[in-house]
């Protein structure tokens, strides 16, 4: 009887999200995970213990091992557990030259690890979100409209939707680009993807 009601609740979920493009209020009431649009299940931790993944723009987090997101009590915690350190000014851009700081719109010596930190408040202040790989509805990790400033790292090419799922216009950082604010497009971005090759 439980796993019925469990599978009946998950169902509705799944069509709520793709319907609404919104995890609904009950679900993170009594859910610990998300299911994305397409019914992966997203899970998050802080420090190692299990919180619910719209927690996540409470903290530092990265999504290296999405759908599992990390998180941390600082962006220094972040950096360590991916044997990385956060740049403290933008590297030299390859592709000076076009309007988007990179020319013909790749990123020649772009190798893969993060390719962007968004952050809840302008010049990159606030909790941080250190991403690799898409994430198609940052609302279901708490970070739907939430973005203020945001740093192009590794030579990745960040492309910030409107809408979920990589709809609506977008904005697009050139490699190593950082944007301190957003001015008008400060909180209106639902999903990310690198467009680097």
Request: glycine share 10%; net charge negative.
């Amino acid at each position: 009887m439980h796993r019925i009601l469990l599978l009946r609740f998950v169902a509705t979920l799944v069509i709520a999200v793709a319907i609404a493009g919104e995890i609904p209020a009950h679900a993170v009431a009594s859910s610990p995970y998300v299911l994305s649009s397409d019914g992966t299940a997203i899970t998050a931790t802080y420090e190692g213990v299990p919180i619910g993944p719209w927690q996540a723009s409470q903290h530092f987090c990265h999504t290296r091992d999405y759908p599992i997101v990390r998180c941390f009590a600082s962006q220094a915690e972040v950096d360590a557990d991916l044997g990385w350190t956060e740049p403290t000014a933008p590297a030299a851009s390859l592709g000076a030259g076009s309007a988007d700081g990179n020319a013909g719109g790749t990123a020649p010596d772009w190798a893969g690890g993060p390719y962007t930190i968004a952050y809840w408040d302008i010049n990159y202040g606030g909790n941080a979100l250190t991403v690799y790989g898409a994430v198609p509805n940052l609302g279901a990790i708490g970070w739907n409209d939430a973005i203020s400033s945001m740093k192009s790292v590794n030579c990745g090419l960040p492309r910030y939707y409107e809408n979920i799922n990589y709809g609506g216009w977008y904005w697009q950082n050139g490699c190593n680009v950082w944007t301190a604010n957003l001015y008008d497009f400060n909180d209106t971005f639902s999903s990310v993807v690198n467009m680097a090759p």
